[in-house]
């Protein structure tokens, strides 16, 4: 059966005919065209020609290409043109090496095709090809020789088998509303399953918007997915800018879910400044209700990481636990022992058991994750001197540093510390690096004049404290002269009433070296009067015990400032302890 071309709105005409007959058979046909208030041109001539374009994309103008995109199969048109030199991948859709693949359209009416089997049975065996395309088998074929960074969906599922960031999508057969649109005739039909309307459609307006991404709406919701088809088309420019959007919005909290989805992405700087959030905050990062959405991989390859810093290896454990659960879950089974096993499979053993102290051990063994074996074995390893071989992993987490705490005095006094600032001074026998300071807590004023209006009573105090580190040349004279290095300012929180120091803690740890007298300072911030509890029967020196049968010895004495008084307070005081790391080899 012959196949008819649809008529063509205006007519064309060829070089024969007279020059001044042409151009009035043209002038006669354009005025027989009337512009609809649909279709009338609102922009103004000094407009960019992508806001023109723009302009004819939404009133469909043009376009020779609809997108049928996600599950809800909307319908997103465009001009192959502008797609084509906006995208490595998009050209070769459409003009490169898969052009041919890409090529169907709809070449007579789609409803006169639907009602009539054997015209679309004819117009397919004309192009060689069914009438309906999917980009995702087009794309995988594309040779990453083109400098197309455009992952495939084989790729995708290797880092999320189990779509956890992104639900698997499949192609299905389109309803009939579309296939028999009328105003698809002569369009190029794309299908787009793997992708939301909402971030397709921002690729296209940005891709319109000649790439000015003030032009598009990118937040929170629609960032992954935006970023998911950016890299997808190989819009690079809008992946920067979804990986900016991202960057900026980093915190412990999130640092973990978007790991896993920089790493489904592979975008190495996103990568990187999530190790960095989570090696400096790991116990935030690894509370329960962040760690339960990321898949297998990622939760391995930070659990295998040494720059870690967990306040105990216990919290990795917790952490490794609350996902197995959450794993259990998503699989519809039990969350009993032998599932949360199967279910952590090799990531229990990249969890540091013999960093836990026996208390600690205690606690994880209480769970019941382990068998018998594996506690006894580990139960050994923290008792029995020299170690016995383990088979879980022992080298220390942040970058091979032991953590460790010196305290100064043996009980606490009975009578309260009013200075607002305090010193002391130490010396380490071998290299170490400060973590911070141990800080009393803040004991309420009270008001005894008469007449003295009553603060209202809280259950918690809060302080702002400065702490520095500073090196002083003789400790023994008046007013050594100190030359500070290392300070920072904190907040610090704590139960009104409990004497447990509060550590304060410098951004990052302060090298000290051996044999070297530091000064370590604490000032209380504001105006009003400071008094909180202090410590006594402060110890001159003071063996600490490190791995490998190695010890550490500190020597601790008072600054005196000019009056003479003993600042710190190597007898009663503040700073009640010095937390430090020791380095280690790391092999």
Known sequence: MEVKAAPAEIETFSGNNNNNNNVNLVDMNLNRLSLSPATSIDSEPGDPLTKRLNHFRQIGVGCDVAFIVGEEKEMIKAHKLVLGCSSDVFYAMFYGAIAER?????????????????????????????????????????????????????????????????????????????????????????QVPDISPTAFKIMVDYIYSNFDVKGVAI???????????????????????????????????????????????????????????????????????????????????????????????????????????????????????????????????????????????????????LTCEEMAEVYLYLTVKPHLPCRYPTLFRCSGRSKHVVQRFTSLSSKKCTRRENKI???????????????YGIIPVSKTHIGMAEEKTTSMWTCQVEIQLATVTDPSQYSAITSVFATNTVFLQGPIGDSTPIVAYFAEPVQCHPDVTYVATIKFAGENAVQTFQGKDGQESVTINLPYDEKLSFKFQGYRNSYGSDEGGRQEGQIPSIHFYCQWPLD
């Open 425 to 439: 001074c130490f010396t380490a026998d071998r290299e170490i690096y400060v973590r911070g300071f141990g800080v």
């Open 102 to 190: 890409c090529t169907a359209t709809y070449a007579i009416n789609p409803m006169t095709a639907a009602t009539n089997p054997s015209n679309q049975s004819v117009t397919a065996a004309a192009t060689g090809i069914s009438p309906l395309e999917d980009d995702c088998d087009s794309l995988d074929s594309v040779d990453s020789s083109e400098e197309s960074e455009c992952s495939s969906s084989d790729e995708l599922d290797e880092h999320d088998p189990e779509g956890l960031l992104f639900g698997k999508k499949e192609t299905s057969p389109l309803n009939a509303s579309i296939l028999n649109d009328p105003s698809l005739i002569g369009h190029q039909i794309v």
């Open 219 to 369: 937040n929170d919701d629609n960032v992954m997915h935006t970023l998911y088809a950016a890299k997808k088309y190989d819009i690079k420019q809008l992946v920067s800018a979804c990986v900016r959007y991202l960057l900026n919005g980093l915190t412990a909290s999130n640092a973990l879910c978007l790991l896993a989805q920089a790493r489904l992405f592979d975008e190495n700087h996103l990568i990187q400044r999530c190790y960095e959030v989570i090696d400096k905050h790991t116990d935030t990062v690894l509370m329960p209700e962040n760690v339960t959405g990321v898949d297998r991989n990622t939760l391995m390859e930070v659990l295998s990481r040494s720059h870690l810093d967990p306040t105990s290896e216990l919290v990795v454990f917790r952490a490794a636990v609350a996902w197995a659960e959450a794993e259990c879950e998503r699989r519809q089974i039990a969350p009993v022992v032998e599932n949360l096993r199967q279910a952590l499979g090799p990531a229990l053993q990249l969890i540091r058991f013999p960093l836990m102290d026996v208390y600690e051990f205690g606690k994880a063994a209480i769970s019941g994750v």
